[in-house]
């Protein structure tokens, strides 16, 4: 239908009677505990969601680092949490719909096994674009997705029920990411799929205008039961079931400017539920939280992400929590905050002048952060983090000879 204007995302469609009967099941229950959000408890806390990333790579240019995976961790983080430093450019219209939707995500330590883990796993394949599961060779003959299996040339998924599995994978072709609503798949494919050039943000290499992590948000924006902001039809009457977003005809692309208008209303496109670039995504709405927490629910399809204690004890932050790295630094400069699991901090950066060249406030404080340091002249910063009453500096060496 949209030919031209699929790349951002395909989700899988739904045939068998039994998942439609259970996809009607999860709406009942979404709807029930919408309706019944008034009578939920008012404080609620923060749900942090475990998080394993499978990297299915078949050449090492696929087999993305660790610090691009971080990268995606910090993006969902801001994303879910409405920290995306974004948020002024949402249009006045809509600024009182964006939601802080409460998920955090972290990397587990725990697998399966009970055994000590990174929260990644790397396996090399013989099958290229392994990642592509609308045909062969990521599917095998009868239709199985070999990224889903380690006996055909993928890796088995981590109990779904426990874990937020992400594939990354080369998909060759212009579908960056693919997603699955809940109660639509079995369990063992259970898992969005993001395109290898397209996971992660910041200085890492990822690939324009799908670059800042947005395709991973908007597919797990799907595994929370979140449908396309268009509502998946070329028409007004068809609704994405989310009560606080306009109705829109068609998905956007690139980066329109506002306003723009369908179905008689001013369109949303800054949603990261449409198609438009990663640079003009923005938002959830409080609606689309709604439907998302109430998976997480009891009696939700994602319930047993909900409770999970699989990403270890939040720590307090020390001197030695703070990684900063390289140093001497050139264009990208790296704050990995090991174990801290709580909290927010403030990040600033002064030169050898005392000025402020770099400030970031209210950061949470789950994964690495990077800061773009390529227009820094060559000297010495100082960088100054701050949490709670305590405060850590470092002294930063910047060289263009450091790349
Ligand atoms: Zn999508």
């Given amino acids: 239908m949209w030919a031209q204007q699929t790349a951002r995302c395909v989700i899988q469609q739904v045939d068998k009677p039994e998942d439609l009967i259970r996809q009607a099941e999860i709406e009942l229950h979404t709807q029930n505990w919408i309706r019944n959000i008034g009578a939920q408890a008012t404080v609620r806390e923060v749900i942090t969601i475990p998080v394993v990333v499978h990297v299915i790579y078949f050449d090492e240019t696929e087999n993305i680092s660790d610090l691009q995976i971080f990268s995606q961790l910090q993006v969902l983080n801001e994303d879910f949490r409405f920290l995306n430093e974004a948020t002024d450019r949402i249009p006045q219209t809509f600024q009182d719909l964006a939601a802080d939707v409460e998920l ?68 060759c072709d212009g579908f960056i990411g693919r997603a699955k609503l809940p109660g639509t798949v079995s369990p063992n494919e259970d898992a969005p799929i993001i395109d290898n050039d397209h996971f992660g943000s910041n ?46 005809k068609e998905p956007y692309t690139q980066c329109p400017s506002h306003p723009q208008v369908s179905c008689n209303s001013l369109d949303m496109f800054m949603n990261f539920m449409d198609y438009v670039d990663d640079r003009c995504m923005l938002m959830f709405t409080t609606g689309q939280k709604n439907r998302m927490l109430a998976t997480l629910a009891p009696g939700g399809p994602r319930a047993g992400l909900a409770t999970s204690s699989l990403c270890g004890v939040p720590a307090v932050p020390t001197e030695d ?44 404080t789950f994964a690495l952060k990077s800061i773009d340091t390529t227009n820094l002249t060559d000297g010495v910063y100082w960088l100054v983090v701050e949490y709670g009453d305590d405060r850590i500096s470092r002294k930063v060496i910047k060289t263009g000879a450091w790349n």
């Fill in 104 to 171: 955090e995500f972290c990397l587990v330590n725990v697998d399966p096994d009970g055994q000590a883990t990174n929260g990644i796993t790397r396996t090399q394949t013989t099958y290229e674009c392994i990642g592509n599961t609308l045909k062969e060779p990521g599917l095998t003959p009868d239709g199985t997705p070999r990224l889903y299996y380690t006996d055909l040339g993928g890796r088995d998924i981590w109990d779904s029920q426990s874990y937020l599995n992400l594939y990354v994978a080369n998909t």
């Fill in 203 to 248: 200085c890492t290499p990822t690939s324009f205008p799908f670059d800042l992590g947005r395709t991973a948000t908007h597919e797990v924006g799907h595994f929370f039961n979140l449908i396309h902001i268009f509502g998946d039809a070329d028409e007004c009457d068809i609704d994405d079931l989310v009560s606080d977003t306009p109705l829109q």
């Fill in 321 to 364: 929590a703070l990684r900063v790295f390289p140093n001497p630094v050139g264009n990208c400069l790296h704050l990995d905050f090991e174990t801290i699991a709580t909290g927010t901090i403030d990040i600033r950066l002064y030169n050898a002048f005392g000025q402020l060249v770099y400030e970031r406030i209210n950061s949470n």
